[in-house]
C-alpha cells in the first residue's frame, strides 16, 4: 500500500524518526498530561491546538482537523508527496532506501520539481562554494575579505560560507561533470537561462551564504558581490524550496537560544547574524534582506514569546515600524524595535562595542506601538501644538486601524490594544475605541478578507463523511478498529470493506481491513504509514481520537454492524428507501445510540 517502498522500509524509516523530535524541528512544544502541546503550523493558530502524541506517534489539530503520522506532517508541513516524505525522513535518520522500480517511474512522470531533490543539488553546490573558498589560489583574497571582517574560521566553517568565483559557467561546468542534470540547476535557482542552450551562473564573483531551514537543509543561498558589479546583495529566486519572505537567515542556529530566552532578535544582514553568533548571541537571526514580513513572524511565533527587530538606522526602522505593527497585530507576537547609534551596522557595532552593549540595545528596545507614535509625533512638530498633536493621533489610529483589519483580531486583544493605545495618546479608551471602529469599518469597505485557512485545511474540513444512518454506521465501525483492532476478528465475519459507500471511509475500511488480516496487533501508526493521502491520515486520526472518548466499543460495534447488515441487506432487495423510515430496529438503534452518545446527535 505505501507504493513507492516496502513495508517494512516504511516501518523502519518510521521508528528512526520519533514524531515529537520531527515536530519540535519546527513547532515549540510543550508537555501537557501524556501529550505535547504546540502552535498548529497548518492554521493561523493563536493557542497552541495541535497535540503531538508520542506514544501513539500521531498529531492533531483541534482547530483546523489536521492530523496523522509523522509522514502525513511532513507531507503536509513541506508540500512533499508521501515518497518524498519517507525519503526526507530516510535522509534524516541516515537511512539508505531504493524506492521500487514502480516509484521511479512514477517519479519519472511526475513535474520535475521535487523539493528534496532541490536540496540535494543546493547541499552540492554549497559544498562546492566552500571548496571554492578553501582553494589556496581561488580564494585567497576571499579568504582575506573575510579576515577582514573579523569572521572567524569557526564562523565560516558554521555558517558553510563559500565563494562563487569570478567565471560565468564554472558552477555549470562542475554540474556537468557531476552528471547533474541542468534543469535541476534551473529550478534550483542556481543558474539562469541565456537563451537556447546557454546556462550561466547566478551567482558570480560573491561570498556565498547558504540558507538553511531550520532542519539544516540548505533551502536557497544569498551572495555578496566581491567587486563592483550588480546588486551588493542577491538572493536564490523563489523556488518550490525556497521563499524568502517565509525564511530567516540563522534559525538552525538560533532555534534553541530562542526557545530557551523566549526571544528573537532579527537583525538585517547575514554578517550582522554571524557576528552574534560568534559575540555568543544565539538568538539573532536575520531578514533575508525583506522587510520582516507576517511569514516570518509567523514562524518566529513558534519559538519566541517577543520578537525585536535590529535596523542599521533609525530612517530604516521608520520605515519597518509600519510593516512590523501590522505583523505584531495579525500574529499576536510582541514586537519591539531598537536602531543600532551613529548609523553602524549591528555587525560593526558588536565589533566596536562588544556583546553587552548589543544586548543591552536589544533589552531596550520600544514596544512597536511606542515606536510608531514617537516617531509621529516627532513629524508633527515636536513642540507638542495641539494642532500637531491631532494629526499625529489621527495617522497613528490610521495605521493601527489598517493592522487590526487586517490581522483580524478577537475582542479581548482588542480591548489590550485599546488600553495600550489610550496610555500612548492619553485619552480615554472609550473614544480611542470608537474612533478605531469607525476606521476600521472603512478599511473594511476597500480591503480584501485576509486568506488564512490553507487550502490544505479547507480540504481536511470539507471531507464529506456522508449522510443518514448507514453513514453513521460505518463511521462507528472504523472508530471502534482503530482503538481496539481484536474486534476485527467479529467484524470480518460480518461485513467487507467493499460494504462502505462514504469514498473516504472506504478508503480506511480498505486500508484497515487488509492491514489487520495481515496483523491483528497492528498500531494505529502502521496504519497510518498505509494511508498515503494527507486526507486519509487526519480523518484516521479524528476517528480515533472520536472513538477513544466515546469508549464503549463492543456494544457500540455490535450496534453499527447491526445497522450495516440490515441496511445492506434490504438493499440488494432494492429496499432502500423504505427502510429509512419504517425500520422499527433501526429508529431503537438511533435512539440508543443517541443516549449513549450525544456526540451522534448531530450526525444522525
Ligand atoms: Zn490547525
Not at 267 to 275: F, Q
Not at 317 to 330: D, H, T
Not at 403 to 420: E, K, M, Q, T, Y
Not at 551 to 578: C, H, P, T, Y
Request: overall charge neutral.
Amino acid at each position: 500500500m505505501s507504493g513507492a517502498f516496502d513495508n517494512s522500509i516504511v516501518n523502519q524509516v518510521q521508528q528512526a524518526n520519533d514524531i515529537v523530535d520531527v515536530i519540535t524541528e519546527h513547532v515549540s512544544l510543550k508537555k501537557k498530561g501524556r501529550e505535547m502541546v504546540g502552535l498548529c503550523p497548518f492554521h493561523d493558530d493563536h493557542r497552541p491546538s495541535m497535540y503531538v502524541n508520542g506514544a501513539k506517534q500521531i498529531f492533531k489539530c483541534f482547530a483546523c482537523g489536521a492530523g496523522g503520522d509523522v509522514f502525513k506532517f511532513l507531507q503536509m508541513r513541506e508540500n512533499l508527496t508521501f515518497p518524498q516524505a519517507i525519503e526526507r525522513l530516510a535522509d534524516r535518520a541516515g537511512i539508505k532506501i531504493k524506492p521500487t522500480k514502480a516509484a521511479k517511474d512514477k517519479g519519472r512522470q511526475l513535474p520535475d520539481v521535487d523539493p528534496n531533490q532541490l536540496a540535494k543539488v543546493n547541499a552540492w553546490a554549497a559544498d562546492h562554494f566552500q571548496k571554492n573558498l578553501a582553494d589556496e589560489q581561488k580564494g585567497r583574497s576571499t579568504r582575506n575579505y573575510i579576515d577582514e571582517r573579523q569572521i572567524t574560521p569557526e564562523s565560516t566553517k558554521k555558517w558553510r560560507l563559500g565563494l562563487a568565483v569570478d567565471s560565468q559557467d564554472d558552477l555549470v561546468r562542475a554540474a556537468k561533470t557531476r552528471g547533474i542534470p541542468p534543469k535541476l540547476l534551473t529550478h534550483a535557482g542556481l543558474v539562469v537561462n541565456q537563451g537556447g542552450d546557454g546556462l550561466a551562473d547566478k551567482f558570480v564573483n560573491r561570498l556565498m551564504f547558504p540558507i538553511t531551514d531550520v532542519t539544516g537543509r540548505v533551502i536557497g543561498f544569498g551572495g555578496r558581490t566581491l567587486g563592483e558589479a550588480g546588486a551588493k546583495y542577491i538572493n536564490s529566486p523563489t523556488t518550490p524550496l525556497f521563499d524568502k519572505s517565509n525564511s530567516l537567515y540563522g534559525l538552525e542556529h538560533a532555534r534553541h537560544s530562542i526557545v530557551s530566552s523566549a526571544t528573537a532578535v532579527v537583525v538585517e544582514g547575514y554578517t550582522d547574524c554571524i557576528m552574534a553568533h560568534q559575540f555568543g548571541c544565539s538568538n539573532v537571526v536575520a531578514a533575508l534582506g525583506t522587510s520582516f514580513t507576517t511569514g516570518q513572524g509567523r514562524i518566529l511565533k513558534r519559538y519566541a514569546k517577543k520578537v525585536v527587530l535590529i535596523f542599521d538606522s533609525d530612517a530604516a526602522g521608520i520605515e519597518a515600524a509600519n510593516r512590523a505593527l501590522e505583523v505584531c497585530l495579525s500574529q499576536r507576537i510582541d514586537i519591539k524595535l531598537a536602531s543600532v547609534p551613529q548609523a553602524k551596522d549591528p555587525c560593526d557595532f558588536l565589533l566596536t562595542a562588544g556583546r553587552e552593549r548589543f544586548e543591552q540595545l536589544a533589552d531596550e528596545a520600544v514596544d512597536v506601538f511606542q515606536f510608531k507614535w514617537n516617531r509621529l509625533m516627532e513629524s508633527f512638530g515636536s513642540d507638542d501644538t495641539l494642532a500637531g498633536k491631532k494629526q499625529a493621533i489621527e495617522e497613528f489610529l490610521q495605521t493601527i486601524a489598517a493592522s487590526l483589519w487586517a490581522g483580524n483580531l478577537p475582542a479581548i486583544d482588542r480591548g489590550l490594544i485599546v488600553n495600550r493605545l489610550a496610555k500612548i495618546i492619553g485619552a480615554e479608551p472609550k473614544e480611542i475605541n470608537a474612533e478605531l471602529s469607525r476606521r476600521i469599518s472603512r478599511a473594511a469597505k476597500t480591503a480584501s478578507y485576509p486568506d488564512t485557512i490553507s487550502a490544505e485545511n479547507q480540504k481536511v474540513q470539507s471531507i464529506d463523511f456522508g449522510q443518514g444512518l448507514f453513514a453513521v454506521a460505518q463511521r462507528e465501525v472504523l472508530e471502534v478498529l482503530l482503538n481496539e483492532p481484536k474486534l476485527f476478528e467479529t467484524v470480518k465475519q460480518r461485513i467487507t470493506a467493499e460494504e462502505f459507500d462514504v469514498p473516504i471511509l472506504r478508503q480506511i475500511a480498505d486500508i484497515l481491513f487488509q492491514t489487520l488480516s495481515a496483523d491483528i496487533n497492528a498500531s494505529l501508526a502502521e496504519i497510518l504509514t498505509r494511508a498515503e493521502s494527507v486526507e486519509a491520515g487526519s480523518v484516521i486520526v479524528q476517528l480515533a481520537q472520536g472513538g477513544e472518548e466515546k469508549g464503549n466499543f463492543e456494544s457500540r460495534l455490535d450496534g453499527a454492524l447491526n445497522v450495516m447488515q440490515q441496511i445492506n441487506r434490504r438493499r440488494k432487495k432494492g429496499e432502500v428507501k423504505a427502510i429509512e423510515d419504517q425500520s422499527r430496529f433501526l429508529r431503537r438503534f438511533s435512539e440508543n445510540a443517541v443516549k449513549e452518545n450525544p456526540h451522534n446527535v448531530g450526525m444522525v
